[in-house]
């Protein structure tokens, strides 16, 4: 009668140890991404996924983005992003033909941390030849020229104030 006691007992011991391990492992991980951060593995998608969405766009309104806009040429020839005001004034971020996103979270390509930014705030689109920003549902919201961007994404031109949280920036040939 002592032998399936023992057994029961060695099973419960052994039980016993695999969780504490598993919870010494959840915490470790835990205190690693906090330290050292979660690394992205999103970003790549999207900036595969929206060059592949972004040229629909322009085709289904052509006729009433061309003119509405008399300069798209003075649009594509944006090459950065320059930070006019805010914590990073003065920061310029070269403009590839990917899109970025904008918020507090590490994942984002322009991180802004203020109070008045959210994780992912907004994101900076290459729709055909010319730019637009895209709000991402933020608390405090996007402006461009002293406008809420709502809806959908809002073209953008050349030394047009976008204001982000506390941050202002604009796009410069």
């Known amino acids: 009668m002592s032998t399936p006691s023992e057994l029961v007992l060695l099973l419960l011991r052994v ?7 598993f919870f010494v492992f959840g915490v ?3 205190l690693r991404a906090d330290l050292f951060g979660v690394k992205v593995r999103k970003l790549p998608a999207e900036a595969a996924a ?12 052509p006729a009433s983005a061309k003119p509405a806009h008399t300069g798209p040429a003075t649009i594509a020839t944006a090459k950065k992003l320059v930070i006019t005001s805010g914590p990073k004034a003065g920061l310029e971020l070269p403009l590839g033909g990917e899109s970025l996103t904008i918020g ?3 994942e984002s390509t322009l991180v802004i941390r203020d ?9 900076l689109l ?6 637009a920003i895209q709000d991402l549902d933020s608390t405090n919201g996007t402006f461009v020229a002293g406008q809420r ?10 030394g047009s104030p976008i204001k982000v949280g506390a941050t202002t920036f604009e796009l410069r040939a």
């Open 149 to 158: 961007v709502t809806g959908g994404p809002v073209a953008l031109s050349l």
């Open 104 to 106: 507090r979270s590490s």
């Open 115 to 123: 109070d008045y930014t959210s994780s992912h705030h907004a994101r």
């Open 15 to 21: 039980g016993f140890l695999l969780l504490l391990w």
């Open 126 to 131: 290459l729709r055909g030849d010319s730019w």
């Open 50 to 61: 929206a060059p592949v969405a972004a040229p629909a766009a322009p085709a289904a309104k």
């Open 28 to 30: 470790v991980y835990s």
